[in-house]
């Protein structure tokens, strides 16, 4: 069936990197732009970063810029989020979601989160 | 990046109540603006793209309007099910920003 699959959370000391994974099984993977999105406990939604369907075009949010990386494997079907130097503030219920593309009023293609894994818990606590 | 804000923070209604949840952003975004459900424990639901297109699969009291920086969600005859939290998210541009939320709970 179609659906994403996160894994890799758990408790990870400050100053420590961790590995997440998203499988992707029931559609297309290679077609399709990818998000990451974080809630940290009793707070919002945060969006993290994308990767377009062939890995060409990558964004990031501000709070992971420079210390994350997002990256796709079309032989696993698996999608990937790379974080180093863990801070507190990166404890969260990390989300991947598949980015749906449609055209805006102005013809663009725009993406928005048609499906989402059920999510993997990332700690960071010494 | 454009900030969105969210307005109430949260409201209590009853069922068949009609709710609005406003969504503003600090600069123009065109339609570019999507609605999610959330509920505890849960990941997010798409209801609402391109500011006034409702997804696939969700119940017609759900509707979307607006443009520019100001959107509105409207639920007409509020559902048991519909007590949830719900964001705005723009994709306008990178990086994408949500809004903080509003929760609807029972009056």
Redesign the interface.
């Known amino acids: 069936q179609v659906q994403l699959v996160e894994s890799g959370g758990g408790v990870v000391q400050p100053g420590r990197s961790l590995r997440l994974s998203c499988a992707v099984s029931g559609f297309t993977f290679s077609t399709y732009t990818m ?1 990451w ?1 974080r809630q940290a406990p009793g707070k ?4 993290v970063g ?1 990767i377009s369907y062939d890995a060409s075009n990558k ?4 709070s992971v810029k420079g210390r994350s990386s997002i990256s796709r494997d079309h032989s696993k079907n698996t999608l990937f989020l790379e974080m180093d130097n863990l801070r507190q503030e990166d404890t969260a219920m990390y ?1 991947c979601a598949r980015g ?1 593309s ?5 013809g ?1 293609a ?5 499906l ?4 993997t818990m990332v700690t960071v606590s010494s | ?1 454009i900030q969105m804000t969210q307005s109430p923070s949260s409201l209590s209604a009853s069922v068949g109540d009609r709710v609005t949840i406003t969504c503003r952003a600090s600069q123009a975004i ?3 603006l ?1 609605w ?1 459900q ?1 509920k505890p424990g849960k ?4 209801l609402i ?2 500011a006034s ?1 409702l ?1 696939s699969g969700v119940p017609s009291r759900f509707s979307g309007s607006g ?1 520019d920086t100001d959107f509105t969600l409207t639920i007409t005859s509020l559902q048991p099910e519909d007590f949830a939290t719900y ?1 705005c ?1 723009q ?2 541009n ?8 509003t929760k609807v709970d029972l009056k």
């Open positions: 998000h999105v919002g939604l945060e969006w994308m964004n990031y949010a501000d989300y749906m449609y055209s805006d009023i102005s663009f725009r993406d928005a989160f048609d989402w894994g059920q999510g | 990046a065109t339609n570019d999507t999610y959330q990941a997010p639901k798409l793209y391109g297109s997804q443009s964001y998210l994709d306008y990178y990086p994408f920003t949500f809004g903080p939320g």
